[in-house]
């Protein structure tokens, strides 16, 4: 009879406590991996943004939507040239400059330079207000708009998001808070500096997002570990 009061009995504040800490662990958890998966997804409108314009219609053609953004051409000349030879590998560069805008410079390759001289005539490409790409008789080349902007507010959420997902792996103590917490700064500065590389190396978007998803994976184990062992 004894026993049977006993198992009636209310679970006790011990209890309680595991059930408070278990569910505050998988909301940690689930909030994390929802900010992380909320910056893969502007990591991948920004590396879109990127040549955005290579796919976009010329303005004034039927395949421009009224107010729909769109690529103009203007005719730009060239001012001035320069050759760097201070690095690894020799650099050609080519200043462009419109009737309405200051000059622009663009990276080209040798053949290029040589063949454009000063006060040579060229055709650009307009793109948002500013000169994306520059070609003549065959050549071409690109200035790639970068997107600092959107690279810097992926940052953040993966830095802030894997500070919460470590946290509700780990669940560390009072003393190893700091352990997440330095690691998504680390995180934030490797995230904003690996989103620019690879907008800008403009790799096929499987490889684009396999390479940053597999090191987010491997340092946040890594800080896990950490935070839980500390």
Sequence with gaps: MNARIEDARPPGPRVYRAIARGLARSLLLLAGL???????????????????YRAAPDCGTAAAAPGAPCVRHET???????????????SYDLTVTRETAPGKVFSVGEAFYKDAKVGTDVDLKIWNGRPVEVSWHGHRAS?????????????????????????????????????PAFAAVLIFFATLLGSVILCLAQWPLVITLVIPALAWLLLTALVTAVAREG
């Design 34 to 52: 929802a900010t992380v998966a909320l910056a893969f997804s502007w990591f991948v409108d920004a590396y879109r943004s990127v040549e955005a």
């Design 76 to 90: 730009g000349r060239v001012t001035a040239r320069k050759v760097d030879n201070s690095g690894d590998s020799t």
């Design 143 to 179: 200035t790639p708009d970068v997107p600092w902007l959107s690279c810097l507010k992926v940052a953040l959420l993966v830095g802030f998001g894997s500070a919460l997902t470590a946290c509700g792996l780990a669940w560390p103590r009072e003393d190893s808070v700091s352990v």
